[in-house]
């Protein structure tokens, strides 16, 4: 599991696919054909022609982290790699569909072959004229290649806050652990199952109150009091991996996510001569889970739940016009920013 993230990852970062592993074995070789000749695909039970000589075997399977690995791809690299050899049809003796604890590949064994009749080979039927492959036809994709969505929802900060600090402090952590959150994606999927996300999230948490006081966290003098206007602010972006699994009916599509990205921290309590404005960014993680109902080809609706977590060690402290840089001590930490997020909202798919 940790060489196939390993290697995902590169495949991601790199924004290069990783490719299947592809072995020939040649008993005999003719002249490679043109890039657009047709390769007819033949198998089991169907009657092979007389006269026909077996070239090879050829194997195309996962390579370990393969993403443009469906179907009709995988089956692309098989004819592929018997024109090279002079092939003009293949015998399909194994056929690995993806699994949920296995590969998300379809996977393809078979025998190279040359048929005596070019004629079979360009129409691509297998024996009986009235019997055309199966693996000639192989279906396409069944679900939209791109997804976008915009979200909307509520979410809260579950980090505890820290019992040493003093009753007006307390009160302005409390006040602000629910707040409303947003989020923009763009998806790409290499197969139906398997695809990455840009996802942008951002939450804002506010109140206001009509008199307070804040004093300082260590000595308790009062620093200021009256009217008091405080938000924390949150924004996140980052790539994801998706993984994808789709209802009977290609209605319902469920989605899994998780990744790395940068995340934006910002913390103000404003009175009316007094201001305090803390602000810093950090690495940080997020998973989410979700489902969608699609309601035409273009169109649908989603739900999601997902968990940023992240913490602020460093950053900027602006206290009245006057910045100052911070950095946590070992005893205290950093400031935890982990937040829980429900989002409901529109997608948009182009296959």
């Not at 393809?108 to 070019?118: Q, T």
């Not at 006040?175 to 939450?203: A, C, K, M, P």
Request: contains cysteine.
């Amino acid at each position: 599991m940790k060489q196939f993230l390993l290697i995902s990852s590169l495949c991601i970062l790199t924004f290069s696919a990783c490719s299947p592993r592809i072995g020939t074995s040649v008993m005999k070789s003719y002249p490679a054909l043109d890039a657009d000749a047709q390769v007819a695909v033949y198998t089991p039970s169907q009657p092979i022609p007389d006269g026909t000589e077996v070239l090879g075997t050829v194997v195309v399977a996962d390579g370990g982290a393969t993403v443009h690995c469906d179907s009709l791809t995988m089956m692309n690299h098989v004819q592929t790699e018997a024109k090279k050899i002079g092939g003009n049809a293949v015998l399909i003796t194994e056929h690995r569909r993806p699994s949920l604890f296995g590969s998300n590949c379809h996977q393809f064994k078979g025998a190279i072959l040359r048929l005596a009749d070019p004629d079979a080979a360009a129409t691509g039927v297998a024996g009986d004229s009235s019997a055309a492959s199966y693996y000639a036809t192989l279906p396409r994709r069944q679900l939209p290649r791109w997804n976008f969505g915009a979200d909307a929802g509520i979410g809260w900060r579950i980090n505890k806050i820290a019992p040493s600090l003093n009753a007006g402090w307390k009160k302005h952590y409390n006040s602000l652990r629910f707040g409303v959150s947003w989020n923009l994606h763009g998806n790409y999927f290499f197969t139906d199952e398997l695809g990455i996300r840009l996802l942008y999230q951002g939450s804002r948490a506010a109140y206001s109150s009509e008199m307070a006081t804040l004093t300082n966290k260590e000595t308790g003098d009062l620093i200021a009091s009256g009217k008091q206007n405080s938000h924390i602010l949150t924004q996140y972006v980052g790539p994801s991996f998706v993984m994808r699994a789709a209802g009977p009916k290609k209605k319902w599509l469920f989605d899994a996510s998780f990744g790395v990205g940068y995340l934006y921290w910002e913390d103000e309590i404003r009175f009316p001569h007094y201001f305090i404005t803390m602000s810093g960014g950090a690495v940080a993680f997020q998973s989410s889970m979700g489902v969608e109902y699609r309601w035409d080809a273009r169109w649908g609706a989603g739900f999601n739940l997902s968990a940023i977590s992240g913490v602020i060690n460093s950053g900027t402290r602006n206290e009245n016009g006057r910045t100052t840089s911070f950095t946590s001590d070992g005893e205290n930490g950093g400031e935890g920013v982990g937040r829980i997020e429900m989002l409901i909202g529109l997608r948009y798919y182009i296959k």
